[in-house]
């Protein structure tokens, strides 16, 4: 078994999860006592599998990218491993509010029963460019629209 | 021979051949007998390695940019071998107009004679964003204006 | 030792000094007698590692991302190697001026008592899209407010 490769894969399932919103094998990169923390990304630090899982399922991201790049992957004991990866993502909600990021991951890996998992993961940001390029304007639509002001034909102000 | 890392360098080959318009190199990734499914991409089914090399080579992006990313490449056999790559491109036509995208490559790749080809290439896309930064109206250049509409100083409209 | 996998880490170490602004560690990837040709990009051509690492840690970018892509590394001899990168990369100047490229390094290196050093390297580009978000006006700061005009409202224009 050619780790470093496995563990690039194991990446690339956790990215191709995420963007196709593939919930179960999402959580199933990580390991059970997984701790994933999302502080300097401005998000919470969350421990456990499932507890990750139920987070990255309750996004409201309607499209998302993400590419990791760059890996530089080294092997600690037989079972263990470190890992430093660059971020590009992209993600586009549904009001039309769209994130642009670059960063890098930090994180350790644990190999069970033959299979690599994440143990550690945390995220942080060298740049996010922020647009809203259709400004949106979704009255009714899931109460969108009143994050943003009213629209003016849909009624009148008093 | 590492075939994962050959399988890599196919495929790294075919972006560059791609962005340099290199037709020739280009084909040469292929196998005789490829089949080229674009059809989720909005484009042809394309059977041969000739047919899609002539298919290539009559793109008039003027610049293109196509990256792969986050491979999963599995050895079926000796000689066989499935991927799944992540795409980000950006194809500048000479009118202005731009495409950028995200998605996916789904390969099978065949060995002979030593070497990798691609035999089944499908591809899929995340999201394309589409631009015109610069309203094109070039009049008169290989008829592109036309696409367009006439340019107001060109002539009368009569 | 997998050399291949060595020298993609080293590339990544190139990265992520470069965007982390780390000039020693940036500094430290390459031979002391490297050659960094950067005259097909519009710079210069800089011998010796002390003089690149100058030029590197002389750049007034606030903000950058350098992300190499889709590598074809081939090993010359047991010491020597040669290597095509495909390189995105997105620079944000103090002033708010934007360059956002897209090109390939070309690339050698070398062994040295069992590390691999980059010995010479080449970027050119694709396609460089330049913008200015911000049309900056940042008077009296390092004055760079002079290189794009004066503010009106700074003062009379006397």
Known sequence: MDDVEELKKLKARYFRALDSKDWKAYGNVFAEDCVVDLTRAGGPRIEGREAFRAYGS???IVQSVHHGH???IELT???TATGVWCLE???IWEDGH???GWGHYLETYVKLDGLWYIQNMALSYLRIDTECPQPALIAGKDRTGHL???NPAAGNWN
Chains 1, 2, 3 share one sequence.
């Open 98 to 100: 769209q994130n642009h």
């Open 70 to 72: 760059n890996p530089e």
């Open 148 to 150: 943003h002001g009213q």
């Open 58 to 60: 309750s996004l409201t």
């Open 89 to 91: 993502d992209y993600n």
């Open 77 to 79: 004991s037989p079972d």
